[in-house]
């Protein structure tokens, strides 16, 4: 079973930067597309915000367009999201997982918080 591990998250100011990574235990090759999901504050579910294909096609909600970056690095088994221009409405715990998801690759996510 693959391990998901999230990381790089923090306190930031509105406006700024930061590069969330997710480290895979095994081949994100062989599990294909993958996604980064975040669950705000209060809430229950967690929502897309950015996928990759095994190809490199990206789609990226609505919410993060133009501000989110999701990569992916086979060779290190790990996906990468870079946010900029990041606004309080991005607090939340951001996880990876395939996409579509499963449930039995939730890791434990990273926080992240905007706030002046």
């Known amino acids: 079973q693959v391990q998901l591990v999230e990381s790089g998250g923090g306190l930031v100011q509105p406006g700024g930067s930061l590069r969330l990574s997710c480290a895979a235990s095994?081949?994100?090759?062989?599990?294909?597309?993958m996604g980064w999901y975040r669950q705000a504050p209060g809430k229950q579910q967690r929502d897309v915000v950015a996928?990759?294909?095994?190809?490199?096609?990206?789609n990226y909600a609505d919410s993060v367009k133009g501000r989110f970056t999701i990569s992916r690095d086979d060779n290190k088994n790990t996906v990468y999201l870079q946010m900029n221009s990041l606004k309080p409405e991005d607090t939340a715990v951001y996880y990876c997982?395939?996409?579509?998801?499963?449930?039995?690759?939730w890791g434990k996510g990273t926080l992240v918080t905007v706030s002046s």
């Open positions: 997982n395939r996409f579509p998801r499963r449930e039995n690759y």
């Open positions: 095994g081949s994100i090759f062989s599990i294909g597309a």
């Open positions: 996928r990759i294909t095994s190809a490199g096609t990206t």
